[in-house]
């Protein structure tokens, strides 16, 4: 086991990995920038390194500080969590040329899998059934509107390097294609500085159901069963559980499979998730793969009893995976707590956190790093806690959820709290039948 890894991050990941490695008795080293002096991990860790100015460009971002930090710290491994570098082929080549364990996988398989229209490719020939669409990268007109007659529209462009829910558009006409072309690759430019984009066919009312998978450094590969991610807000998650309402022992088997022989075909190593589209005939579709630790996974610890932080830290160590077959059981629902407004469309509302008060009790668990006092910065990624709930039903994990959420207290800045209290009474929601347009239709009321 390593003795002293540095964490190239912040917030709940960061301490959550920092909690991980004293379990094993490994030395911690937290970087920070200037915005974030007060925070947890940086109190709660061995060491401490100041890494820069707030903006994320200037200090989590920065390569050359964070293996300085590294270096004058002696640590021997860096855990990238989730976000910032973790998905950074070069960061994983530069830990591994100064010597310093990169806890995930290699450069080369972040290469193949971060590239969208690169991992496609390889799960295609893996076998995989993928969301069809061109084969790679898409530079010209004629050839979108080429792609877009043989699948049909409606289609949806993608930027190549996009994230986070951005760097996507939907044609449903081929008179909107030129224009739409156009804006997206201006905007993959602007925002991921590559401007290449590739089509896929947009398939409607679809759930987003992820298989989360891990392999080790001996060529065995296991999968911890799904989680469904399907409500989100402008593509990105809000609310997720496992397993899906809507996945069934052999479905989970053909997905699990899928996602196996994608593993298999790069020889993944560490932790991953290969994220499907699954239609309302329920045929599932590789869409993309992320080569890291997700923000949801805790509803797959809940439900199978794995630390799966503390398996990246043992297979990065060399250790083999757990021979025994995963068991799931239970339900587990996920909300995230963001400190935006729900009232005004999400809006950031970054600030003082005046009162704090967190739901406990059998089955709950928070993963934050907010406390009372603790000023929200407006640089970074507005998660400020993760409410994780488990129980043996679905139902009874919205019942727990719905009163959880009814205690959690956080004022001096909006959240997403009163959202997720309306959508554990939403009727849809309880019945499990949604897609991932269930907020486009969602009635948000006011809490008085
Ligand atoms: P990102 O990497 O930005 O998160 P993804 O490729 O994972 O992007 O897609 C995020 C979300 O966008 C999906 O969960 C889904 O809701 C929607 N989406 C992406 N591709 C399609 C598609 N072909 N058809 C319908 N919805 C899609």
């Given at each position: 086991?390593?003795?002293?890894?540095?964490?190239?991050?912040?917030?709940?990941?960061?301490?959550?990995?920092?909690?991980?490695?004293?379990?094993?008795?490994?030395?911690?080293?937290?970087?920070?920038s200037q915005a974030d002096?007060?925070?947890?991990?940086?109190?709660?860790?061995?060491?401490?390194?100041?890494?820069g100015p707030p903006p994320g460009k200037e200090s989590y971002?920065?390569?050359?500080?964070?293996?300085?930090?590294?270096?004058?710290?002696?640590?021997?491994?860096?855990?990238?969590?989730?976000?910032?570098?973790?998905?950074?082929?070069?960061?994983?080549?530069?830990?591994?040329?100064?010597?310093?364990?990169?806890?995930?996988?290699?450069?080369?398989?972040?290469?193949?899998?971060?590239?969208?229209?690169?991992?496609?490719?390889?799960?295609?020939?893996?076998?995989?059934?993928?969301?069809?669409?061109?084969?790679?990268?898409?530079?010209?007109?004629?050839?979108?509107?080429?792609?877009?007659?043989?699948?049909?529209?409606?289609?949806?462009?993608?930027?190549?390097?996009?994230?986070?829910?951005?760097?996507?558009?939907?044609?449903?006409?081929?008179?909107?294609?030129?224009?739409?072309?156009?804006?997206?690759?201006?905007?993959?430019?602007?925002?991921?500085?590559?401007?290449?984009?590739?089509?896929?066919?947009?398939?409607?009312?679809?759930?987003?159901?992820?298989?989360?998978?891990?392999?080790?450094?001996?060529?065995?590969?296991?999968?911890?069963?799904?989680?469904?991610?399907?409500?989100?807000?402008?593509?990105?998650?809000?609310?997720?559980?496992?397993?899906?309402?809507?996945?069934?022992?052999?479905?989970?088997?053909?997905?699990?499979?899928?996602?196996?022989?994608?593993?298999?075909?790069?020889?993944?190593?560490?932790?991953?998730?290969?994220?499907?589209?699954?239609?309302?005939?329920?045929?599932?579709?590789?869409?993309?793969?992320?080569?890291?630790?997700?923000?949801?996974?805790?509803?797959?610890?809940?439900?199978?009893?794995?630390?799966?932080?503390?398996?990246?830290?043992?297979?990065?160590?060399?250790?083999?995976?757990?021979?025994?077959?995963?068991?799931?059981?239970?339900?587990?629902?996920?909300?995230?707590?963001?400190?935006?407004?729900?009232?005004?469309?999400?809006?950031?509302?970054?600030?003082?956190?005046?009162?704090?008060?967190?739901?406990?009790?059998?089955?709950?668990?928070?993963?934050?790093?907010?406390?009372?006092?603790?000023?929200?910065p407006p640089y970074y990624?507005?998660?400020?806690?993760?409410?994780?709930?488990?129980?043996?039903?679905?139902?009874?994990?919205?019942?727990?959820?719905?009163?959880?959420?009814?205690?959690?207290?956080?004022?001096?800045?909006?959240?997403?709290?009163?959202?997720?209290?309306?959508?554990?009474?939403?009727?849809?929601?309880?019945?499990?039948?949604?897609?991932?347009?269930?907020?486009?239709?969602?009635?948000?009321?006011?809490?008085?």
């Amino acid at each position: 086991m390593f003795n002293k890894v540095l964490i190239a991050n912040r917030g709940e990941i960061a301490l959550r990995i920092i909690r991980v490695c004293k379990q094993f008795g490994i030395k911690t080293v937290a970087v920070y920038s200037q915005a974030d002096r007060d925070a947890l991990h940086v109190r709660f860790a061995d060491e401490a390194v100041c890494i820069g100015p707030p903006p994320g460009k200037e200090s989590y971002l920065k390569i050359p500080r964070i293996i300085a930090a590294a270096e004058i710290t002696n640590a021997d491994a860096i855990h990238p969590g989730y976000g910032f570098l973790a998905e950074n082929a070069r960061f994983a080549e530069i830990c591994t040329t100064s010597g310093i364990k990169f806890i995930g996988p290699t450069p080369e398989m972040i290469n193949t899998m971060g590239d969208k229209a690169l991992a496609k490719e390889t799960m295609k020939k893996a076998g995989v059934p993928v969301v069809p669409g061109s084969d790679g990268v898409v530079k010209d007109l004629a050839r979108a509107i080429e792609i877009a007659k043989t699948i049909g529209f409606p289609i949806i462009l993608k930027a190549v390097a996009g994230g986070g829910g951005r760097g996507m558009r939907i044609v449903r006409e081929e008179s909107d294609l030129e224009n739409a072309l156009q804006t997206a690759q201006h905007e993959a430019e602007q925002g991921f500085n590559n401007p290449d984009l590739y089509i896929e066919k947009y398939i409607e009312q679809p759930r987003h159901i992820e298989i989360q998978v891990f392999g080790d450094q001996h060529g065995n590969f296991v999968h911890f069963g799904e989680r469904d991610c399907s409500i989100q807000r402008r593509h990105q998650k809000l609310i997720e559980e496992a397993p899906s309402p809507v996945v069934d022992d052999e479905l989970r088997q053909k997905m699990g499979e899928a996602a196996i022989k994608g593993c298999q075909s790069v020889q993944y190593d560490g932790a991953g998730t290969i994220e499907f589209l699954v239609d309302t005939d329920r045929h599932f579709y590789f869409m993309e793969m992320n080569t890291r630790i997700q923000v949801e996974h805790p509803v797959t610890e809940e439900v199978t009893g794995h630390d799966l932080i503390k398996l990246q830290l043992r297979v990065a160590a060399g250790e083999k995976l757990p021979r025994r077959k995963i068991k799931a059981e239970g339900h587990a629902i996920e909300c995230r707590i963001n400190s935006e407004d729900p009232y005004t469309n999400f809006r950031p509302s970054p600030g003082k956190i005046t009162d704090f008060h967190m739901p406990g009790g059998f089955g709950v668990r928070v993963d934050t790093h907010a406390y009372a006092g603790y000023v929200v910065p407006p640089y970074y990624d507005s998660l400020i806690a993760k409410l994780v709930v488990f129980a043996q039903t679905r139902d009874g994990a919205i019942n727990k959820m719905a009163s959880a959420l009814e205690e959690f207290t956080v004022e001096g800045i909006k959240t997403t709290i009163p959202f997720h209290r309306q959508v554990m009474k939403d009727p849809r929601f309880r019945s499990g039948k949604f897609d991932t347009g269930f907020l486009d239709s969602f009635q948000f009321i006011p809490e008085d």
